[in-house]
């Protein structure tokens, strides 16, 4: 198939193998080619078709104009205690948050109300640049075709960037980032990693990759300091609430009114009436000159309307509010040597079956190299970091940089921790902290985790 359609697969097997019933809503029909390319088991006719989504059979219900219809197809496969897997898809439904006809099913399984855009901006960014990402997706018209052949673009590339295009004859990423800023006196790095992770509606997964953004940050900024730059400011342009999942008894009703706007946590509009444990505030008392008023809950609650229940933004408690800032100063240094070591790296398992396990590394004595080289050990698959260092027997390891400092003609054993668990391949990657250049790395090892 495509990186999209794996990409769509996995979210829904995640949820129907926790729920077994999801009522998947495609109101704008962005998805029908996904579920047009779902293979077929058999070729018999009706409403409820067998398909296998992965490796996994599946039973797919689709919307035909009868509400009605539909229960009566799907009410064999949902009357048991343990209903087998089952998707209803719904082609240009809007859901009915308060008198859908599949309410019950809605609430024995789940709900899956994707957005192509957002789904594909986290498939896309295995390949190319938030910037070119951000031209890609800018036509309102963008389809599912539209998406796949991009991703077919590259196919036999290792990496994709814009940099390449203008800069044909340097592959380095130092050697382009330095042609790039030459002569630029303000460099703007944007960054929509934790929005996209924490809206994205997979909860673990955002957790797991949220607490790899703070060490990329210190990467892009060894980086830029490496190419001349000496000044930055890091800043957010807002804060945000990542805590438990809000079940119904957290989430209040809409104040009615005239609504102009709602989110999880506010409410702009005219009128209405202000739910117990919310506070009105107008737009007068903020600074605006308008005669809009707005809502907020004053706890973790939250407003029946669409979008996440753990990720939050745009309220008043204080970590929504306070913006983190950081200004800091690198001084310019020259190059490190430890791009001249000779690093080899041996003693790793051909499959990855536990998301803990070792290797060995050595640095090969150099009569240019007698001092202790620092390095860095990560697990690389798709140009995506998956895994880091979690411990060192024989050199010494820094847990808050995640560097190995080894001496020449020593070996150290490396303890790897896999951070994310739906990699197929992996390699051992071993990088120079301050360029990201690649010193040594395996070949690729595929990842058989068990249960």
């Not at 303000?186 to 960054?191: D, G, P």
């Not at 702009?268 to 506070?279: F, H, I, L, N």
Request: proline residues 5%; glycine residues 10%.
């Amino acid at each position: 198939m495509n990186e999209l359609h794996d990409y769509i697969c996995k979210h829904l097997l995640e949820l129907l193998k926790r729920r077994c019933v999801i009522v998947f809503y495609d109101p704008r029909h962005e998805f029908t080619p996904f579920i047009d390319e779902l293979p077929v088991l058999d070729n018999q006719s009706g409403t409820v078709t067998p398909v296998h989504v992965h490796d996994t059979q599946v039973h797919l219900a689709r919307f035909s104009g009868s509400f009605f219809g539909l229960r009566a197809a799907v009410e064999p496969l949902v009357h048991s205690d343990q209903p087998e897997l089952l998707l209803i898809y719904l082609p240009g439904v809007v859901r009915d948050h308060r008198g859908s006809l599949l309410m019950e099913l809605e609430k024995g399984g789940g709900t899956y109300e994707p957005q192509l855009k957002r789904l594909a901006r986290n498939v896309l960014r295995q390949k190319y640049t938030e910037g070119t990402i951000d031209q890609m997706l800018a036509p309102e018209s963008i389809t599912y075709a539209d998406i796949v052949a991009f991703l077919r673009q590259t196919e036999d590339e290792a990496s994709y960037s814009m940099l390449k295009l203008i800069f044909p004859g340097l592959s380095d990423g130092v050697s382009l980032l330095v042609k790039w800023l030459t002569d630029a006196s303000l460099i703007l790095v944007r960054s929509q990693e934790i929005d996209a992770l924490g809206e994205s509606g997979d909860d673990w997964l955002a957790r797991q990759l949220m607490d790899t953004i703070v060490g990329n940050l210190a990467r892009a900024v060894h980086k830029l300091a490496g190419c001349g730059i000496e000044r930055f400011v890091i800043v957010s342009d807002h804060g945000y609430q990542f805590s438990m999942r809000k079940e119904e008894d957290m989430r209040m009703d809409s104040p009615g009114g005239d609504t102009v706007e709602i989110h999880r946590r506010c409410w702009a509009g005219r009128g209405g009436a202000t739910p117990p444990g919310a506070v009105r505030i107008s737009g007068a008392e903020l600074g605006y000159d308008t005669d809009l008023d707005f809502i907020f809950p004053t706890g973790l609650a939250v407003f029946k309307t669409q979008g996440g229940l753990s990720y939050h933004h745009g309220g008043i408690s204080l970590q929504e509010m306070v913006i983190p800032v950081i200004s800091l100063r690198m001084a310019i240094a020259a190059p490190e040597k430890t791009a001249a070591a000779q690093v080899k790296i041996f003693g790793y398992p051909k499959t990855i079956t536990n998301r803990t396990f070792g290797i060995q590394l050595a640095c090969d004595p150099h009569m240019f190299q007698k001092d202790s080289v620092t390095l860095r050990v990560v697990l690389v698959s798709k140009g995506e970091q998956v895994g880091e260092t979690g411990m060192t027997v024989g050199g010494a390891f820094d847990r808050k940089t995640g560097c190995v400092t080894i001496k020449p003609g020593e070996k150290v054993s490396v303890g790897i921790m896999l951070t994310k668990d739906d990699c197929e391949m992996v390699r051992v990657v071993v990088q120079v902290p301050a360029t990201d250049a690649v010193l040594a790395q395996s070949e690729e090892l595929p990842v058989k985790l068990g249960i």
